[in-house]
């Protein structure tokens, strides 16, 4: 995600536009009701205090002139007088006020009527009512939003500053590979003269925190160097140990499946730490990515498979209806596909294992106990064992299964019936289709 788009700068920005604009409308609102105060509220009133003082000249002198000033003009019609000396647009008008259109005059008009029946017309000009507004209302507006602007751009340049530390520290922060942060940057020496307060507090436990990573990663890769080498040698021991002893002929039938039990335990303790080395590597397995015949890799764990069932009467089939190549590691489709084979292999008493491979998808079905519903919903919960629980198991191999399907990306499907056997299907759904 962009950091322009949802970064600290641009969200301080927004913020003061919106506070400005907001600032504007409310000082332009403002405005716009000083504006009209002063047109329908004072001038009103200075018409009529303008009115009243003429009737008062009027009654001590009879020739009183009616106003005629730059910004007003007055007309008086006598009681029972002609209006025809009226402007046309004020013969029509009632007593009160009145604005005329601008086709009219544009004026604001009061009409009055006294007790002896005299009309006093006074106009006051329009043009000199939106002049008053303007050097009034918007003059003061123009320079109230600019010192608004000015103060909004200061106090965001003043923001600015205060959390560019932050944003800083943020950008180093997202800079660092999650395997292996590099936490030199924020080293007390290394740190902006800028970065105080509660960002240092902050820089100070990121470098702590990511220097504790960088130890735990070391010693997790010595951990699994060590223990992919310790652990492998005593089995390779007990497997060379094993075959030796298997080609003894004069081994008893009780020996020999001792022997073959063994064998077996060997086997599945090495797949467990094959398997285990490779989970406890975080996105890193340590193997090499190979482009490998996905076939080759089936028909060498069915042959391993074969010993598991030995004195039962199931076969053991593989069906290459189609092949395809796969860039990994092989050693990971060999652990995820031995851990299926042995788990179909260790609940089927009798019947058939067939494992089938198809363009994009591989079976592995068996004939096996099966499972009902609400067993499938947890089989791949570790240490669960669904089907006959008498057999031996850890109960791990399924959960080995799903976590390794979904580090690749290779999704992994279980169909069953309790009775009629398991069908797992591994799906390849990043496989370009076949030519």
Known sequence: ???????????????????????????????????????HVLIQQALQEEAGHYWERLKADSQAQVPDTYNMTGYLIPAGGSNEVLPEPLRMLSPGFHSLSRAEGGSLVLVERDANGHYL????????????????????????????????????????????????????????????????ALRPENLPLDVEGETLVLASSLHDFASRIESFV???????????????????VIRVAGDMMAGDESLSPMSRRALTRIQGAGRDMEALIEAFLILAREGDTGLPDDDFDVGDVIEEEVEKARVLLAGKPVELSFDRQADFQLHAPARVLSVLLSN???????????????????????DVADTGVGMSADELARVFE???????????????GLSIVQRLSQRYGWPVTLRSEPGRGTTATISFPSLPPSA
Not at 382 to 389: E, L, M, S, V
Request: glycine share 6%; charged share 20%.
């Open 340 to 362: 299926l084979l042995r788990n179909a292999c260790h609940y089927t008493d009798e019947g058939q294992v067939k494992v089938t491979v198809r363009r994009g998808s591989i």
């Open 382 to 396: 570790p240490f669960y064992r669904a089907g006959d629980r008498k057999k031996d198991g850890q109960g791990i």
């Open 218 to 236: 070391e010693r997790e890769r010595d951990f699994t160097r060590d223990a992919s080498h310790e652990l492998r040698t005593p089995l390779t």
């Open 121 to 184: 017309y006074l106009l006051f000009k329009q043009e000199q009512v939106d002049s008053l507004a303007f050097w009034f209302g918007v003059t003061p507006l123009a320079i109230v939003l600019v010192v608004i602007y000015i103060i909004a751009w200061s106090t965001y340049r003043t923001s600015k500053r205060a959390v560019s530390p932050v944003i800083w520290l943020a950008g180093q922060v997202q800079r660092w590979d999650p395997k292996m942060p590099e936490s030199s």
């Open 1 to 39: 995600m962009s950091n322009a788009r949802t970064g600290l700068r641009r969200k301080i920005w927004v913020a003061f536009i919106l506070q400005a604009a907001a600032i504007s409308f409310a000082a332009v609102l403002g405005v716009y009701g000083a504006s009209a105060v002063l047109k």
